[in-house]
């Protein structure tokens, strides 16, 4: 856990303050005591200094609540809330987003990192470009933090039907909340991410990919995400009772999704 240059850090922040726009950076969390520290700092290493941290912590039976509160004694940016009982990432996610106050929410799982420059070059791209709603290419590590060879790329730019079959790394996104407003989604306890972005690019009309690998997405045995085959339930759920899709359309996409995971085009 790394809390040395405290005093650099806080003066960062103060450097920025009102100079750049605020980005919130929302943070689901549920018994990650062992990686959400890692995690943290990835974001205390942001060039960008001007964040504020909403970890939600969905009721954690292990010692995530001690980690969280270790660095929000140190960092004033960091605000911490706990669910009074396990509700799921959904609940927490929606939590966080209420609870934000910047003009950007940026998306980070509490076990995956990012790259020191990942706010900086994600918010000057928006900026040049003139978009509301971003991605970054990512690579997979392992528990231990090792690289597993390999590396997702972003789309230079996707519509309503490219993210109905590809759904953007969720720890690379980030939107622009006063143009977009704030996305909440349904109670669904997996897939929540997706359907967030399916609701953000109704309104954004276009997600822009940065081609560059500015994150990594850890793979966990046992994490929610891990067991593709009761995925399978999620996505149907997703595309026929919260999108309302056909029927016909609802099988093709499940099917694609399928095909997709196991010949590991994502």
Not at 155 to 176: A, F, Q
Request: charged content about 25%; hydrophobic content about 35%; some cysteine.
């Amino acid at each position: 856990m790394a809390m040395h240059h405290d005093d650099e850090i806080k003066t960062k922040q103060f450097k920025y303050h009102q100079m750049e726009p605020l980005v919130s950076v929302i943070m689901p969390a549920y018994n990650c005591a062992d990686f959400i520290g890692t995690t943290l700092d990835s974001v205390i290493a942001q060039t960008y200094q001007n964040w504020e941290i909403l970890v939600v912590d969905d009721c954690s039976t292990d010692h995530t609540e001690e980690v969280i509160r270790s660095y929000v004694e140190h960092y004033p940016g960091i605000r911490y809330y706990k669910l009074d009982e396990n509700y799921g990432p959904a609940v927490a996610r929606n939590k966080a987003v209420e609870m934000a106050d910047g003009k950007y929410l940026a998306f980070l799982d509490s076990d995956d990192i990012w790259l020191p420059q990942k706010l900086e070059k994600q918010i000057r791209f928006m900026r040049e470009k003139g978009c509301t709603f971003t991605c970054t290419g990512y690579n997979k590590i392992d528990e231990q933090g090792k690289p597993m060879g390999r590396v997702i790329g972003a789309r230079s730019v996707s519509n309503y039907e490219d993210i109905l079959k590809r759904n953007p790394g969720n720890s690379t996104v980030m939107y622009d909340a006063e143009v977009l407003g704030k996305a909440l989604i349904p109670d669904i306890r997996k897939r929540n991410d997706y359907v967030m972005w399916l609701q953000v690019i109704k309104k954004a009309k276009y997600l822009y990919g940065i081609q560059e690998t500015l994150g990594s997405h850890r793979i966990r045995t046992g994490s929610l995400s891990r067991n593709k085959a009761s995925l399978v339930y999620y996505h149907w759920k997703v595309y026929r009772d919260i999108e309302g899709l056909s029927l016909a359309k609802s099988i093709y996409l499940v099917f694609y999704w399928i095909f997709a995971t196991v010949f590991k085009l994502r």
